[in-house]
């Protein structure tokens, strides 16, 4: 019997095609069977030039006549509930893009959708698998900084508005701006780092400074649209989030800011601490350490090895081999599910201007 999985993919737009698709064609033993995109061109060309076999319109039809093995949901951010659980109840094991969903009420229902169906559901929060993040996640593991009680976060883009006018900058598409975009993704990362405690509270700003004027546009996204067009979500949010067992969150993420741009995780431990910043540090040496020693204060850069392989090129890997073993994946659904449920209360305590309990 062969051991080949076969995926197919709904959305053919810029994770599908830079992340997902290659992803798939490194895996072991998997092949990508089938293709989805309403919009029959796109995925008419990339079916064409990948060599998929099968291009569809309608996702439903894909699932019914492909029943593929692997599903990845790479659709905008609204349509990830819907599409997920109808792929695990037709017996996919699912990857959906981040952010997984734009509510608790939508986690709940896929939590659940993958249980009944007995499938691996996991979420595209592929920070995880970059080589500062998995030596960070090691160290805090081996006991390196002791009780993790404080953890600051950025994703600071100085001018980068994804797919301005598209379904990117539409709250009914997107759910959000800033912070549901690239925010979920250091909010995944220092939740993991963190040992995911159960948040209590959440006390949150978000502005609009420069979206509704057509300012700091960057070039992400599939669909691009004129001045005038559609923006109603966050180009900045900032939140404060405490967790049940005292420890607490500081995060900010903006799509466009007046001041540096970059990726910064402080990790500030009982024991030592740790910094991830590219910038900071220089591309060799991403991730510091902080401690004290019989000789004092250190403060030292982590060499990182040799590691190669990061992002979707590891995560989708993992994914494959985790299902294969029958162990959970590395990024587990109720991990997505606790970013969505801090990004939805964050937006609440912007919109009522006081901290939400949860
Ligand atoms: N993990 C990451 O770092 C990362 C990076 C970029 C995007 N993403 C996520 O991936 C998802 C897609 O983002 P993108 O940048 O590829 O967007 P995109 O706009 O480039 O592509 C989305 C595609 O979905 C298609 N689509 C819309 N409705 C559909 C439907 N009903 N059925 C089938 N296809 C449909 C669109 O036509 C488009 O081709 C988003 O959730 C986004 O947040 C994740």
Redesign the pocket.
Known sequence: MSNTMRAAL???????VR?HIPAYQQAKDVEIAAI????SD?VAKVAAEIGIPGAFTD?KDMLATVQPDLVSV????A??CAMACDALEAGAHVIC???MCLTSADAERMLAAAKAANRTLTV?H?MRYQPASVKAHDMIQAGALGEVYYVKASYLRRSGI??YG??FTNRDLAGGGAMM?IGC?MLDLSLWMMGHPKPVSVSASTYAKFGPLAKGLGT????HFGAGSRFDVDDLTTAFVRFENGSTLVIEASWATHGSQGQNLQIFGTEGGLELNANLFGAESPLHYFSEGADGLCDDDVPLGDVASRG?QALIPDWVDAIRAGRPPIIQPEHGALVVQIIEAAYKSAVVGAEVAL
Do not use: M, Q, T
Request: some cysteine; proline content about 8%; overall charge negative.
């Open positions: 709904i959305g053919a737009g810029f994770i599908s992340g989805c995109d309403v919009n796109r996702y790479c659709s905008p951010n349509l990830h893009e981040k952010p595209g592929h994804p797919g598209s379904w975009d993704h992400w996204g599939a669909d979707h």
